[in-house]
């Protein structure tokens, strides 16, 4: 019996620490919000528990955790605020990511941005790193039900393409953005940003994975591995 063929796979990427180094900004945009309600000790390793996660969802933990009486929306526009502030000075591309969307876009792949970050913070990365050239649709958590680890960025990121999921491949820094991934249908390739999270089963569940993070990250390989049709 022959396997029925899809196209040539679409590719939708993660933003932050996928794209774009951007944890650093969203750590100190988190940690001077924090500190407006009284948290002076949010470190570094308090952050890197929700990397990959929405920054709503994160804030609400937060909340909960700190005992702020401040409403989830009223923490979610100040965060967004500070972030955007650090964002437009001072973003930076991994060279090989630069290199994979350029190379795909010379190609003619569709390419998207599936994001847990706020729209007006996709859009400001994108205009400031001069990505926006390459990648003009881009879906923001806040545009969908529910954020990462549920499907609704990819399937929706995907929808506006106007291709089928199933011929999707994701890049994600993140294990709950692999979740999403596979929630979607979809194949992943996964580029972990926090090293304490490399052997944890999700990552390895990705259709190719590269262990070492962004060191170890090629758009070459990448390339090579995508088939002209699955």
Not at 3 to 12: K, M
Not at 187 to 215: D, H, I, K, M, N
Request: proline fraction near 7%; glycine fraction near 10%; hydrophobic fraction near 45%.
């Amino acid at each position: 019996m022959e396997i029925p063929r899809v196209p040539a796979p679409s590719v939708l990427f993660d933003l932050d620490g996928t794209l774009v180094d951007s944890e650093p900004n969203y750590y100190e945009a988190g940690r001077r919000l924090l500190t407006r309600y009284g948290v002076r000790d949010f470190s570094w390793e308090d952050h890197t528990r929700f990397i990959g996660i929405g920054t709503r969802e994160t804030l609400t933990v937060l909340r909960a955790e700190y005992g702020i009486e401040a409403p989830v929306d009223e923490l979610l526009a100040g965060k967004n605020a500070l972030y955007l502030e650090l964002a437009g000075t001072s973003t930076t591309v991994f060279p090989e990511m630069r290199t994979l969307v350029e190379q795909l876009h010379g190609r003619g792949v569709p390419m998207a941005v599936a994001s847990g970050s706020s729209r007006a913070a996709i859009a400001a990365t994108l205009a400031v790193t001069g990505l926006e050239a390459y990648l003009p649709v881009y879906v923001s958590a806040e545009e969908v039900a529910q954020g990462k680890p549920a499907p609704d960025v990819f399937l929706e990121a995907a929808r506006r393409l106007g291709v089928e999921p199933g011929s999707c491949v994701v890049l994600e820094d993140a294990v709950p953005g692999v979740v999403a991934a596979h929630a979607a249908g979809m194949r992943c390739v996964a580029v972990p940003y926090a090293r304490a999270a490399e052997e944890t089963a999700a990552f390895g569940e990705a259709e190719l994975l590269f262990p070492g993070g962004q060191g170890e990250f090629t758009a070459a390989a990448v390339l090579d591995w995508l088939p002209t049709e699955w």
